[in-house]
């Protein structure tokens, strides 16, 4: 069983698989810039994509920018945020099938809840 912290920070902060195992691939190479092709070839994904999950990190200041080395590098500032990537990193090879069912649970609500507006109902 997932730590409450941990569970409620996959609910409200980690909106997908890919996002997440960027997170963990940016947190364990802190020194390492990332590209969008770079991060594509280690993900297996487009390079369009692995853009919007750098844009996302950055814009969660999970990543920043850097000049020096030449892309993105993980850069959490907020002491309760890199604490929770911290754990939330040394539980993902542990417990991995917890938590991508955790992560795909709340995708599929969200299905299935846009599925659900659409429903025809016997009232209407």
Not at 49 to 72: M, V, W
């Amino acid at each position: 069983m997932l730590p409450a912290e941990i569970r409620r920070f996959i609910l409200t902060s980690i909106p997908s698989v890919p996002y997440l195992e960027a997170l963990l691939l940016l947190h364990s190479e802190p020194f390492t810039g990332w590209t969008a092709a770079a991060l594509a070839r280690r993900l297996y994904i487009g390079e369009k994509d692995a853009q919007s999950l750098l844009e996302q990190l950055h814009n969660a200041h999970i990543a920043k920018i850097d000049d020096d080395l030449e892309g993105f590098c993980y850069a959490s500032a907020v002491d309760d945020l890199r604490t929770l990537i911290n754990k939330l990193a040394a539980l993902y090879s542990k417990d991995l099938l917890e938590i991508t069912h955790l992560i795909h649970s709340k995708t599929d609500r969200k299905a299935q809840q846009f599925a659900d507006a659409f429903k025809l109902r016997k009232d209407s």
